[in-house]
């Protein structure tokens, strides 16, 4: 089974920047993708960002141009680098792991939550 830790979530003002961490274990097959997804109060998840393990990467197109998703495989970590925060940005962020082979396996973590004050 796989685990994953989300850490790095806390209080920051707009403007501010966060660097959310997730640190992945267990069965991890080399093929799969890595990536964060949020979700605020009384809305759906959606998608932050993904980073594949060939290294292609998505954005949600509200974070386009601010947040940076990067991985070191070494450490099976996966980074969101969150800089210019938004108060709409306020969410409860969630680190995801899809093994796109056989059952399409995903996992998630128990969530890191981010606040940001205006």
């Known amino acids: 089974q796989v685990q994953l830790v989300e850490s790095g979530g806390g209080l920051v003002q707009a403007g501010g920047s966060l660097r959310l961490s997730c640190a992945a274990s267990g069965s991890i097959f080399r093929i799969n993708v890595m990536g964060w997804y949020r979700q605020a109060p009384g809305k759906q998840r959606e998608l932050v960002a993904s980073?594949?393990?060939?290294?292609?990467?998505n954005y949600g197109d509200s974070v386009k141009g601010r947040f940076t998703i990067s991985r070191a495989n070494t450490r099976a970590m996966v980074y969101l680098q969150m800089n210019s925060l938004k108060p709409e940005d306020t969410a409860d962020y969630y680190c995801?792991?899809?093994?796109?082979?056989?059952?399409?396996?995903?996992?998630w973590g128990q969530g890191t939550r981010v606040t940001v004050s205006s």
């Open positions: 995801n792991l899809r093994i796109p082979l056989g059952e399409d396996r995903n996992y």
């Open positions: 980073i594949s393990s060939g290294g292609g990467t």
